[in-house]
């Protein structure tokens, strides 16, 4: 990796029990302008280890970077003026509010003048929601549910974006939207770590990726060379025979 880092999580224990942790020693680094990949099979720590980079789940070791500045156990409230965005799999969206009153509401940390900028910018991006800006958020399909989650985490521009299985309940057709997406928001300047289940998807649009096993490293590299290695994709993936290197998804 050569890109300037925008995010380094080194040697992370971390669990939501005492003694019990989950990760157990995981590092990433995530360079300025790059969309890295968290895979590996269920179990693995995968979420666990984004939600302790995100404040939500307790770390007893290690250190947290974004940037140059320590955030290690920084409350999760406060990440979002450090500009580290976060998207959770579900709960991500206030249902019975409208698209436009859920992206008012998540810019209400930006300086008064700029927030009507910034709605307009996220309803530009995402023409889907200006077409529904007035429709109840529980009224939008799953792919424009996501999306409507996408657009209020970057209603703040952070300069780290972190979602959690974006691709969880989507058809094949709105996951290729969803992550056409990220890549279009990755070439505005937002660096993206996702997990992902879906492993053809991720690997398709990841610069780099990192496979977890029982909450420790077990791989990592560019995309690209994780994909076409059929070992890992049987190993560490979930994938296997004619499926193996990007097909298919990590198995249950």
Known sequence: MTAPVALVARDIEAGYEPGLP??????????????????????????????????????????????????????????????????????????????????????????????AARVAAMLALFPDLARQR????????????????????????????????????????????VFAKLSEIRASGVTILLVEQNARAALAIADRAYILADGRNRHEGAAAALAADPDIAAHYLGLGGADAGVGGRIAP
């Open 22 to 115: 989950i990760v157990k020693g995981a590092t990433i680094t995530v360079g300025h302008g790059e969309i890295v990949a968290l895979l590996g099979p269920n179990g693995a720590g995968k979420s666990t280890l984004m939600k302790a980079i995100a404040g939500l789940v307790p770390i007893s070791r290690g250190a947290v970077l974004l940037g140059d500045v320590d955030i290690t156990r920084t409350a999760a409230h406060r990440m979002v003026r450090r500009g580290l965005a976060f998207v959770p799999q579900t709960e991500n969206v206030f249902t019975t509010m409208s698209v436009e009153e859920n992206l008012v509401l998540a810019g209400h940390i930006a300086p008064a003048g700029t927030r």
């Open 134 to 177: 007035r429709l109840a958020a529980g009224r939008l399909s799953g792919g424009q549910r996501q999306m409507l989650a996408v657009a209020r985490a970057l209603m703040i521009e952070p300069s780290v974006l972190m979602l959690d299985e974006p691709s969880a309940g989507l058809s094949p057709k709105l996951v290729g939207e």
